[in-house]
């Protein structure tokens, strides 16, 4: 297999735009970044700065450590993804039909380890080590809708460096760059299919989109924080993420485009968090997140072939929780989001996409004065969706989607 030279992101996009994709949040986004955050639905989590995973959401909360932090964990994400209550009308007629209802869902892992140094009382350096995707959703061999379902399997690790400065007492500044590392595979295909009254014999498949690829990539993300005294303080941070322009080697409707590039137009993201502790033994905390996703209008090569047209609306998260410092052993956290769709008019199965509600809940043990274990886990519960989508070459695909899923994290945490 040739090597490819493709940003992490644009696999998933390819996937995303093209076929089923195991999304967690709106559009391809998944929150997997700790297993802290995810106790308490992220709420807080760009200001919050209880461990050295803060760098993933701000990298100006780095300023909050006055000594050295590491933190190491590992995130589980359990999948149920179901397509039920299809039709399908086929331009080939021995396909066409009801769909048997299919259980697409997997479960990934999503590893991470992150290092904060501070330098000085002004400049803290940090670098972090986790997976942004790691997800797979694939069909049934037989699937008569293969053309729209088929295989989507796709990972990526994500290398952050990131540096913050102390401007005063009240304000801290920080930023990062990404180099980031992504695989993916993509399979879309139409059965063989059994042509009736004639002894058995069958229509050959045929494949419709065949991508392998993987390749390195860049970003980067600047934040802010303001400390208004020790027990109230806000955070907001800003991740751009330009169009790219992507090769590789692959094959759509059965013709060779590894000669031209792809054109993929990516969200920039907002986030705004905040942290109160309103007594010694209670905080509350929450975060609201801006996606821009309509900007992601359709995939395109640069020889003018338009591959794929969605027409995704912006996306928000809206999460809030709270903590309870039981005592020097244990704390314990809570929280809910609500994750709007990436989705508007146009409607497919094959982004099993909706509004979603997030119900998480953890707790830190703490093993002595300087280290401590996170335990997170959260319920993540989609919509029926009826879509549909259709192609003039392949037919039209009708479905009941519903994406729910289970999330569990541990996390070991150490300062120095």
Request: glycine residues 10%.
């Amino acid at each position: 297999m040739n090597k490819k030279r493709l940003f992490s992101k644009s696999v998933v996009t390819v996937a995303v735009t093209l076929a089923s994709q195991q999304a967690l949040a709106a559009g391809f986004q998944l929150n997997a970044q700790s297993a802290t955050g995810l106790g308490r639905a992220f709420a807080g989590d760009a200001v919050i700065a209880d461990n050295a995973s803060v760098m993933a959401r701000n990298a100006a909360a780095m300023s909050l450590f006055d000594k050295p932090a590491l933190s190491l964990g590992i995130n589980a994400i359990d999948t149920d993804i179901k397509v039920k209550n299809g039709s399908y009308q086929s331009t080939n007629p021995f396909l066409t039909g009801d769909l048997g209802s299919q259980q697409v869902g997997d479960t990934s892992y999503a590893p991470n380890i992150y290092y904060i140094h501070p330098i000085n009382d002004k400049f803290t350096v940090g670098a972090g080590l986790y997976s942004n995707f790691g997800t797979k959703t694939e069909f049934s061999s037989d699937y008569a809708a293969n053309a729209f379902g088929g295989l989507t399997d796709v990972k990526s690790v994500n290398l952050a460096l990131s540096a913050s400065y102390r401007l005063n007492q009240q304000w801290s500044v920080g930023g990062g760059v990404d180099v980031i590392y992504g695989a993916g595979k993509l399979k879309r295909y139409m059965p063989a299919a059994e042509i009736l009254n004639t002894g058995g014999m069958t229509t050959p498949e045929m494949s419709l989109v065949d991508i392998d690829a993987d390749g390195v990539g860049f970003g980067f993300n600047l934040g802010t924080v303001y400390e208004l005294n020790e027990d109230n303080r806000f955070g907001l941070s800003y991740r751009y993420s330009p169009e790219l322009k992507v090769d590789g080697d692959m094959h759509y409707a059965g013709g060779d485009i590894s000669n031209s590039e792809l054109k993929i137009p990516l969200p920039d993201m907002v986030e705004f968090s905040g942290y109160h502790k309103l007594n010694p033994k209670f905080a509350v905390h929450y975060s609201v997140q801006w996606i821009g996703w309509s900007v992601f209008d359709q995939l395109e090569t640069t020889n003018g072939y338009n591959l794929n047209t969605y027409e995704w609306q912006d996306g928000w998260h809206y999460a809030i929780g709270g903590t309870y410092y039981m005592n020097k052993d244990w704390t314990l956290r809570a929280g809910y989001m609500y994750d709007t769709s990436a989705q508007d008019n146009r409607t497919s199965i094959s982004v099993p996409d909706s509004d979603r509600q997030w119900f998480s809940g953890g707790f830190t043990y703490h093993l002595d004065s300087k280290s401590n274990i996170d335990v997170g886990v959260t319920y993540l519960r989609g919509e029926d969706v009826r879509a549909s989508e259709s192609n003039p070459l392949l037919g039209t695909v009708t479905a009941t989607t519903r994406a729910n899923a289970w999330l569990y994290g541990v996390q070991y945490s150490r300062s120095f």
